[in-house]
């Protein structure tokens, strides 16, 4: 079986549309890539008791569990604290994150900047080869920044000790059929391999094709036998190339 | 008080990353600006189940929510039945839709295609302006389109039917302070104004400022108070400009 994910997203920034928030996809598609199932992603506001049980039952559910957002300096940067109260634990100060704090800012430093070096007590710490402070994990929560260039970096770190070496096999196929025509045909094919997960996209702009037929799977000879019974199936004029 | 409200957005291709969704910014962006506070998104695959007990929750704690995805003619478009177990309530096909459907495809009409059709009995209709079919609205659940140039149609014909003359004002400082020299003051800010939201952004990669500093709330005076103090207290050299 795959191992779950879930995602929380926290932000009023992303609640009031100011930030279009594009963590959620660089994490789906890492998360895919590793064989790993995201199942649930929820936004939620900069709120502590929010947080805190949002967390509680994305936690209690999934393998895995992502927070983006909400562990900058200021008055509302407020997920540290979230993360505790889920597991019951007080917030401290990492000494070795302080420290880099401390020299990273210099004569500049305040109780703000420092406010970065909270934790959970007895969170784990992750050193990065390039983001500027480490990632805070608890069980099976990763801490991850908002900022999404720090985001993007940190996920990436976090591959190699996330990746199992399961994977999933996709491949497309691109029709000239609208969805409706072929939604018989993609049901049978659905039934006929339980294993593959397949999907539908329509273009409305002009392209030189209507409709992407994805399939997706563990398996990579059940994935490559039903696009072979679309592309058999399909009328010829319909088909306009596989990927 | 604002009306809040809560986003369920529907679909496998969000969760592994093939689809960035759009339509959760879109949506943001349009209640904010009529006040409306959406409080909470969540994204779930297309399984009716999920879809259902997600809706259950959602609809019982907001004033509005609002679906997207999961509303064409292929096997995975399970939305309308997850509505309708919600509700508790058979799903039947709407004769005028039906209607509006044949007359579309003509002779290429399929069952597939009349699945859009289908809606949660005792739904509503409503008429769009310019989207090809009506959007069902039950109870205080509106279920829209994923492909975004349809669901962007459908919304901003849904905006008169929930604008009620309430409105977030909103001003922005833009300084060349980083985050935590400044925190004290903002929050010194969103105590002195608690009914302004005070949200702070920096900026990673090269601008004429580093932090952006936004005030919204439904009291233009305060807004602009607010927004005044933190001019006032900032020193000279590390303000830009005002918008």
Chains 1, 2 share one sequence.
Not at 70 to 79: A, L, N, Q, R, S
Not at 142 to 165: A, C, M, N, S
């Amino acid at each position: 079986m795959s191992r779950t994910a879930a995602a929380l997203i926290i932000g009023n920034e992303i609640l009031s549309g100011k930030i279009a928030d594009t963590n959620t996809t660089f994490l789906a598609r890492g998360l895919f890539e590793l064989g790993i199932e995201l199942r649930r992603v929820v936004v939620c506001p900069d709120e502590i008791d929010t947080i805190s049980r949002e967390l509680n039952e994305l936690r209690s559910t999934h393998d895995l569990v992502f927070t983006s957002g909400g562990v900058g300096p200021t008055h509302d940067d407020v997920t540290i604290e979230g993360v505790a109260a889920s597991f019951g634990r007080p917030v401290v100060q990492s000494e070795a994150v302080a420290k880099m704090i401390r020299h990273y800012y210099g004569d500049r430093v305040n109780d703000a900047h420092l406010r970065m070096a909270n934790m959970p007590e007895g969170a784990e710490m992750i050193r990065s080869s390039e983001a500027p402070w480490p990632t805070v994990v608890i069980d099976n929560v990763f801490v991850l920044p908002g900022v999404p260039e720090i985001f993007e970096l940190k996920f990436t770190d976090l591959r190699k000790r996330l990746d199992q070496g399961q994977e999933f096999h996709s491949q497309a196929v691109f029709t000239r059929s609208g969805e409706g025509e072929i939604a018989g045909l993609l049901e049978r094919i659905a039934k006929a391999f339980p294993g593959v997960m397949v999907g539908s996209y329509v273009k409305w702009k002009a392209e030189d094709y209507r409709t992407k037929v994805t399939f997706d799977g563990n398996d990579a000879d059940a994935v490559a036998k039903a696009a072979d019974m679309l592309v058999d199936e399909l009328a010829p004029d319909l088909f306009v190339r596989r990927e």
